[in-house]
């Protein structure tokens, strides 16, 4: 069982659509990074979270420590939110994870 | 501010031929540094991670090894690429756990 687990692994929506992206851990993290990686390859950071929640613009990041969850929310979702979407754990001044939520949003 | 870069971007190499990948870090000192592979259809996996000048640890046996030769330099390298060593490498960097990584603009390398 990987440490750092992603469901689904694909989604696709309609555009305007409401988006949850779910990551569950097992291990003990210091924060959780929610990364997005284009058709290209490149990475970029959304978030990083140790507690509660965190909004920018459309997207919203929740934690819950207790029970090693997160969810990455996309509110009004936009075919220019087609991408990867990436959950990592910070343990230990590593980086752990997921395999990736593939969405793909058509007009 | 700080950025990133790494390169080449894109490689193709027979099988059996040496590897250089470098990143470099600007605008910070004594970052932590990582290198991640990507193999089609898996998630990202840590590779090396140095926290120093000379200072690398190694997360999977491979045929592929990593030097720091200078506090914001990160090389991975190998002497005899195999096919399996295919996929998208991602330089990065970062400060103590708690902290955002920042990612290079990766290498797609591909192993004929």
């Known amino acids: 069982k990987n440490e750092v687990e992603q469901s689904p692994q694909n989604l696709t929506a309609q555009e305007g659509e409401f988006i949850t992206i779910n990551c569950s851990y097992s291990?003990?993290?210091?924060?959780l990074h929610w990364l997005q990686q284009h058709p290209g390859g490149g990475i970029v950071s959304l978030f990083m979270?140790?507690?509660g929640k965190k909004k920018h613009g459309r997207l919203i990041a929740t934690i819950n420590i207790q029970e090693k969850h997160s969810s990455l929310h996309i509110t009004a979702s936009h075919p220019r939110d087609s991408a990867v979407y990436i959950c990592?754990?910070?343990?230990?001044?590593?980086?752990?994870f997921g395999t990736g939520t593939r969405l793909q949003v058509f007009p | 501010s700080q950025t990133i870069h790494q390169w080449p971007a894109t490689l193709v190499q027979p099988v059996g031929s040496p590897l250089s990948l470098e990143c470099t870090v600007e605008?910070?000192?004594?970052?932590?540094l990582y290198w991640y592979r990507q193999a089609a259809g898996r998630g990202l996996q840590l590779l090396f991670y140095s926290v120093g000048i000379g200072q690398i640890s190694s997360e999977v046996p491979q045929n592929l090894s990593a030097s720091r030769p200078q506090d914001r330099q990160f090389i991975l390298s190998s002497k005899k690429l195999l096919l399996s060593d295919s996929g998208f490498y991602l330089c990065a960097w970062g400060r103590n756990s708690g902290n955002t990584i920042y990612f290079g603009e990766g290498s797609w390398l591909t192993v004929v």
């Open positions: 605008g910070t000192s004594n970052p932590n």
């Open positions: 990592a754990v910070d343990n230990t001044d590593k980086l752990i």
């Open positions: 291990v003990g993290i210091s924060a």
């Open positions: 979270l140790s507690s």
